[in-house]
């Protein structure tokens, strides 16, 4: 399951990642970050995995598609893993 606020009035999108990733969290990504990029041109990512869980197979390849037409519009990206 992915939540994906935005901080507002900002590029700046916080993706977290708690016990799974569907293909639906994918499209939802992809929906949330063209709007970003949309309004202002570029996204700043902040991903917090929390417990990466069970990644559907559909999922996987869908970002496997999806992440390299958005690489030149992600102007920084931070990965946060929780330790246990």
């Given at each position: 399951m992915l939540t994906m606020p935005?901080?507002?009035d900002t590029n700046i999108l916080?993706?977290?990642v708690n016990d799974g990733i569907s293909a639906q969290?994918?499209?939802q990504a992809a929906t949330k970050i063209d709007a970003?990029?949309?309004t202002h041109g570029s996204v700043?990512?902040?991903e917090i995995i929390k417990n990466l869980g069970k990644?559907?197979?559909a999922?996987?390849?869908k970002d496997l598609k999806f992440a390299p037409d958005y690489l030149s519009q992600l102007?920084?990206?931070a990965v946060v893993v929780e330790h246990t």
């Open positions: 935005q901080i507002d916080e993706i977290t969290d994918i499209d970003i990029i949309t700043r990512l902040l990644v559907e197979l999922a996987l390849w102007s920084h990206v």
